[in-house]
């Protein structure tokens, strides 16, 4: 099993739909939303408001959940899934769940409760619970096919900070792709990165981004 993780700035990319069509029916695939405009909300919200960072981290998941569901409805063969017991059963039946993370986060303590903590991270976090085979961060971003360490891509703020923390520091590897990629899923789920970038731990000699 591939967690797929759709970056929220896909929202406003011509390829969004050839990514949903891409991976509907896929019974090796979960995806996992970013938060997209729906998390952009919240952050304005909390500026207005001046709640706390807990109870925007709460907000925040759930627009995740609101991108998830728009998503699921653009597309057959994409359904909501909360439970790990439901990914798996919705594989199984040749499905690809689109995950809901409300339930299963708020449920572990462990889990920062800030703005550091993106769906980058829970992606792997879910990934981790699944013992998935590697985690995929589909991107708007300027990224060169190849190897990149991974403080390179924090640095440069196309990952979130705790993502190292969340694939058990290599355990889980992480590829990303653009948002014009679509067509070299297959080839990266056949073990052929392709146009993937590859992070790793250790600095390459060439930049990232």
Known sequence: MWIVKIGGSLTASKHLRAWLAALAGRHDVVVVPGGGPFADQVRRVQRAMGFDNATAHELALLAMEQYGRALCALQPGLTPAASLSEIRALAYCGLTPVWLPYALTMAEP?????????SDSLAGWLGEQLQAQALV???????????????TLIRNAIVDPLLESFTDSGRLPVYLLGDADAPALDDLLAGRPGRAVIAQGQSPERPAV
Not at 110 to 115: A, F, K, N, Y
């Open 110 to 118: 462990d889990l920062p409760r800030t703005w550091d903590l993106t």
């Open 137 to 151: 961060l589909i991107k708007v971003a300027p990224l060169r096919p190849g190897p990149v360490a991974l403080d």
